[in-house]
């Protein structure tokens, strides 16, 4: 993520610890489970709401958050806090590495084609940049690879530490569980 794309989350963090540190100090402070995840055997019209507590920079996506959370059974304040620190809410957002929009996921084309694993590349699989640059794909998209990630790995932390940039592994997990604590 460029350098300018990292200020906008930094700021709405630092905005969500000064809103609430107040009351954190004064009272005992009782954070959400951080495993976000509703069973399959939940009835969809159960899933939470967004919380308002996220900037208008994401607020603008909520019906496109609130849908996806329930098509894929998410939280939708965890994909809210992954879009806070991919893009701050920014759908034409780009990464140096070539990730592209709201949740930045890496394209099959662009710089992302030269990235090789093994003997192919590594998201060839993947949509084009033209597809993700639409926030509603980017969205479903971005939901879609969180909600398998999951699966595969069976907690959050493990999800998102495989979902973020390589180079930054569990410390980019916990700074979207720590956004995603801070919602409420």
Not at 38 to 45: E, W
Not at 56 to 63: D, G, I, K, L, N
Not at 141 to 165: M, T
């Amino acid at each position: 993520m460029k350098s300018k794309q990292a200020l906008i989350p930094g700021i709405f963090l630092i905005f969500l610890i000064l809103y609430h540190g107040t009351n954190w100090i004064s009272s005992p402070h009782i954070t959400r489970d951080v495993s976000p995840l509703h069973s399959s055997s939940q009835d969809v019209s159960t899933i939470d709401l967004l919380s308002d507590e996220f900037p208008p920079t994401v607020q603008t996506w909520r019906e496109l958050i609130e849908r996806n959370a329930e098509k894929y059974q998410l939280d939708p304040d965890l994909i809210a806090s992954v879009i806070i620190q991919e893009s701050g809410g920014d759908p034409s957002a780009y990464s140096s590495s070539g990730a592209v929009g709201l949740m930045q996921v890496m394209p099959r084309d662009g710089i992302a084609a030269g990235f090789i694993c093994g003997d192919h590349p590594c998201f060839e699989s993947r949509p084009e940049i033209n597809e993700l640059e639409n926030p509603e794909f980017n969205i479903d998209y971005g939901s879609h690879l969180l909600k398998d990630l999951l699966d595969k790995y069976g907690s959050w932390r493990e999800a998102l530490r495989a979902y973020g940039p390589m180079d930054m592994g569990y410390q980019y997990a916990d700074i979207v569980l720590s956004i995603y604590s801070n919602s409420q």
